[in-house]
């Protein structure tokens, strides 16, 4: 049984990681992580404590994480420290921030996504290989989320114009169209537009579910695995295209 640890445990996808692990009996939920001064701070988020010191994550076998890229930095000290594997899917970090995670990974296993859902990621592979056929097509991107999401445009609308920009294309993150209306869990829209023809290729999320899934199915996955930084890919297809 794997003993995980949640950070950002008192969130909307903290909560529903938790419940989904809960149910799923090879994990056993050992504790959640806020920061200092978080009113659930001593408190049980449905019978699981919840923690403020990092020092913690010494009794997990992994911890996952939707926090801030603060906190996120900040857990990642003590996750090499004591060897721990990780499952980051917090969004928003800067150069510096990353470049902190691909020197931790050369220490720890890490799976560090934009997005965890089986879906999204068929659509990436879906985007590349477009993009491998479709040149000389124009690009139109569109991302919409709820009001409270910080970061615009996402991190797997980055993530897709990267993926675009790797096949040639000239995607600048400031002309991807982000929308932040009321309570939209994730939508992302690639048009490629020709003189004759507009081929589209998106995704809805319905439920934060299939985030929670997928972070949940990469925990299992990375637990016991050599140092390194992973996609999803590798959860879930087997490759390694970043």
Not at 103 to 124: C, H, K, Q, T
Not at 167 to 178: A, L, Q, T, W
Request: glycine share 8%.
């Amino acid at each position: 049984m794997i003993k995980l640890a949640i950070s950002g445990i008192c969130g909307k996808m903290g909560r529903r990681i938790l419940r989904l692990a809960r149910e799923d009996d090879e994990f056993n939920v050992i504790f959640g992580l806020e920061k200092e001064g978080h009113e659930c701070v001593g408190s049980d988020a449905e019978g699981v404590k919840v923690e403020s010191r990092a020092d913690k994550i010494s009794e997990c076998d992994c911890l996952v994480d939707f926090s801030t890229p603060s906190a996120t930095i900040s857990y990642l000290k003590c996750a090499v420290q004591f060897s721990k594997s990780m499952v980051i899917g917090t969004t928003g970090f800067s150069d510096s921030e990353v470049e902190k995670i691909k020197e931790a990974a050369v220490r720890i296993p890490i799976v560090f996504s934009p997005n965890m859902s089986v879906g999204v990621n068929l659509l990436f592979k879906l985007i590349k290989e477009a993009a491998c056929i479709l040149k000389g097509y124009n690009i139109y991107m569109e991302e919409a989320h709820h009001v409270h999401k910080k970061d615009a445009p996402s991190g797997t609308a980055k993530k897709i114009a990267d993926i675009l920009n790797q096949e040639g294309f000239r995607i600048r993150y400031e002309d991807i169209v982000s929308i932040r209306e009321d309570e939209i869990i994730g939508d992302h829209s690639v048009i490629f537009k020709s003189d004759v023809d507009e081929i589209e290729l998106s995704h809805s999320a319905k439920t934060r579910d299939i985030f929670a899934q997928g972070a949940l199915r990469a925990a299992k996955w990375v637990v016991g695995k050599s140092a390194g930084l992973y996609s999803m890919n590798e959860v879930l297809f087997g490759s390694n295209d970043k």
